[in-house]
């Protein structure tokens, strides 16, 4: 202990812990070296367990690496307005040869999109996400958008829609956003958002149909279909048929389609078990709102079991996704008994 105490490396609570004098610092590429400022020295080995390590995972968001004048390197934090020269990643190291683990990295109902998202750097990555200016989409966007990748936000409101922005540029003012008009109740509008987005000759490598209405009123849209049908399904089904193109030709893509377990129970076939097109566009007589709903989370999973089936061969992935049992979000708004229901079980269900 004596030679320890001589050397500047006296007993600690940890083996971890850096003798009086001693700097971690970490280099642009993410090795951590140690600084001895008594001896004006650097090295790579822990002055005390001998280790080598290198940080885990990209910088938070809201990050940034800088490098001086100097050449040394900084980290910013827009979120908090401040600069500092300490790796915010070195509270997450690993050593230089780690053991690789045999099991897979879970997640459960506490984890957020920038926690699964954590140390991923989607730059250039072009993302279409409709419905993004509330609930989900917008979380979905933020977190994408603050890992970098360019984030379109397909909405029928565009003041929301330019708010949503807005809110994500205050988080991180580089975020790539944009907000662009897409009513999923129109079919000409739709048609319209893909003609747009395509002038902009750019990939797109995620598109994510979050868009959907719950609970609403019987009404035709322009197009002579039920609302809930075709703002859930339809209009994303020719989003992407006119968006295959650009899907392939960027691939490896992927579209996502949020749908719900909510799908299990209806049905859309007859007595005889074919399909029965008049559920899925019932008239104001047979319809129902919860039953429209569930149909058209059915249709969104068929859609993307055969929309798979057929693109990835071609480098394009599809998958449906339940985001969870009553998820608090502002689908409910269409009517007060929703809402009420919503609001009580708020306490239990999981906040955005």
Not at 212 to 218: E, K, L, T
Not at 298 to 312: D, K, P, T, V, Y
């Amino acid at each position: 202990m004596a030679a320890l105490k001589y050397a500047g490396l006296e007993d600690t609570d940890s083996e971890e812990e850096l003798p009086p004098g001693w700097e971690e610092r970490t280099t642009k590429d993410g090795w951590v070296y140690y600084a001895n400022h008594l001896e004006e020295k650097t090295q790579w080995e822990h002055p005390k367990s001998g280790k080598r390590k290198r940080v885990a995972g990209g910088l938070p968001y809201g990050w940034e690496q800088e490098t001086d004048e100097n050449g040394q390197v900084y980290f910013v934090d827009h979120i908090n307005k401040r600069t500092t020269y300490l790796d915010p990643r070195l509270a997450f190291t690993v050593e230089d040869n780690p053991v690789k683990p045999t099991t897979r990295q879970k997640y459960d109902g506490n984890s957020t999109a920038m926690e699964i998202l954590q140390g991923h750097d989607l730059s250039g990555k072009v993302v279409i996400i409709t419905g993004a200016n509330s609930g989900i989409g917008f979380e979905t966007a933020k977190s994408l958008a603050l890992h970098g990748a360019y984030v379109i936000l397909a909405c029928r409101n565009m003041t929301r829609g330019n708010d949503a922005v807005q809110r994500i540029l205050v988080e991180w003012h580089k975020a790539k956003v944009e907000a662009m008009t897409l009513d999923l109740a129109s079919l000409q509008s739709v048609q319209h958002f893909a003609e747009a987005f395509k002038s902009k000759n750019v990939p797109l490598h995620i598109l994510i149909c979050n868009a959907a209405v719950f609970g609403a009123p019987w009404r035709l849209t322009e197009d002579g279909l039920e609302s809930t049908f075709q703002v859930n399904h339809l209009g994303h089904f020719y989003l992407v048929q006119l968006l295959e193109d650009v899907l392939r030709r960027s691939s490896p893509a992927r579209v996502v389609v949020v749908s719900s377990e909510s799908h299990r129970f209806t049905e859309i076939k007859d007595s005889s078990g074919k399909l029965d097109f008049s559920l899925l566009s019932p008239s104001k007589k047979e319809y129902w709102a919860m039953l429209a709903y569930n149909r058209s989370k059915l249709c969104n999973i068929l859609f993307s079991n055969e929309l798979n089936r057929r693109l990835s061969p071609h480098g394009v992935t599809s998958n449906s996704v339940h985001p969870g049992n009553m998820m608090y979000s502002s689908i409910h708004r269409n009517w007060w008994v929703y809402t009420l229901l919503f609001t009580l079980a708020r306490p239990f269900t999981k906040s955005m």
